[in-house]
């Protein structure tokens, strides 16, 4: 059973009967679920997942007036729930583990995964906001709520960034693309620099998958989930094997040779499959950008669309961050 499962039973058969029984009175203002950190959140865990931070468990969110005068007896009579349910153990929690489930107020919950404590006002809130805090915040289910606050503020964040917003991130995703990938990743194989092409690699697949997202209109999350949830997406996650790929052939050091790297420094060495993959993924994206209008031009080096792609955006504000920003 996978653990977003697991808490839904365990509310429904536990949880849903203590709440009636013992806050009759809040019972329509007890918003109840599972979401925040932990791959259960996200549907992803298996066998491997249950070592740590998994278990019957859910998540109760009140408003901060609810929250003082309940807060503490509702947390109290959760932690008398039984700790066992349906073969599964109670809750194993890791050292940093502690506080993803049991009773929350709503502004607090959000505050601790995203830093404000309902919806974003500005774009200048937006932009500094990471992804993956985002994703976190919401992610799982949401199992009953029938005062809605708690899902507005739910429901304002999914709407995803405002378009500004997402196209500087784009921008700064396109320049990192470039820049570790497209650039640096010949540079160093060139120099025999083999740990710094690694790392030119794991940054262009990091801010490739970010890319991927981003075009989606969808929070990535974690890195430890990013490329699993590429293959959830609809829009280009025939990117995510090619990443595989590319990371399986990382040592391409036989197609480079010190006598020739300096030949001609500015020739694409197609002979290096990790460079035929890079500019392959590219025109993936370029190809999006132009669909989605965001780019005219079809240029595959991404460095060269920044420009045009910031023209896009009408907030001065975005307008004046550096080109990686965002």
Request: hydrophobic share 40%; aromatic share 12%.
């Amino acid at each position: 059973m996978k653990g977003l499962e697991l808490a839904k039973e365990y509310y429904n058969f536990y949880g849903k009967s203590m709440i009636h029984e013992k806050f009759p009175e809040f019972e329509n203002r007890i918003a109840v679920g599972l979401v925040g950190h932990g791959s259960e959140c996200y549907g992803f865990d298996d066998s491997i997942s249950q070592d740590h931070d998994f278990g019957p468990a859910f998540c109760m969110w009140l408003t901060e007036e609810d929250y003082e005068k309940i807060g503490s007896a509702l947390a109290f009579e959760y932690e008398q729930l039984p700790k066992d349910y349906a073969g599964f153990t109670g809750r194993v929690q890791s050292t940093h583990g502690g506080g993803r489930v049991g009773v929350f107020s709503i502004s607090s919950f959000y505050y601790s995964l995203i830093g404000v404590d309902s919806i974003p006002k500005n774009n200048k809130e937006w932009v500094w906001i990471p992804e993956s805090r985002l994703a976190v915040a919401t992610n799982g289910e949401v199992f009953r709520d029938d005062y809605g606050m708690f899902s507005k503020i739910r429901e304002g964040l999914l709407q995803f960034y405002p378009e500004d917003v997402r196209i500087k991130k784009i921008v700064a995703r396109a320049a990192a693309m470039a820049q570790s990938g497209q650039y640096n990743y010949a540079r160093s194989m060139r120099r025999m620099e083999t740990v710094t092409a690694h790392v030119a690699l794991s940054e262009f697949v990091k801010n490739t998958a970010s890319m991927v997202f981003l075009l989606n209109k969808k929070y990535m999350p974690f890195y430890k989930w990013m490329h699993k949830g590429i293959f959830e997406l609809d829009i280009l996650w025939e990117i995510a094997p090619m990443l595989t790929t590319l990371c399986e052939q990382m040592n391409q050091k036989h197609v480079w040779s010190r006598e020739s790297s300096t030949e001609n420094p500015y020739e694409i060495n197609l002979m290096d499959k990790n460079v035929e993959m890079i500019e392959t993924i590219c025109g993936l994206v370029v190809e999006e950008l132009n669909r989605q209008g965001i780019s005219s031009l079809s240029d595959r080096f991404l460095e060269n669309h920044t420009g045009h792609m910031m023209e896009k955006i009408s907030d001065i504000d975005m307008k004046r961050l550096q080109i990686l920003e965002g």
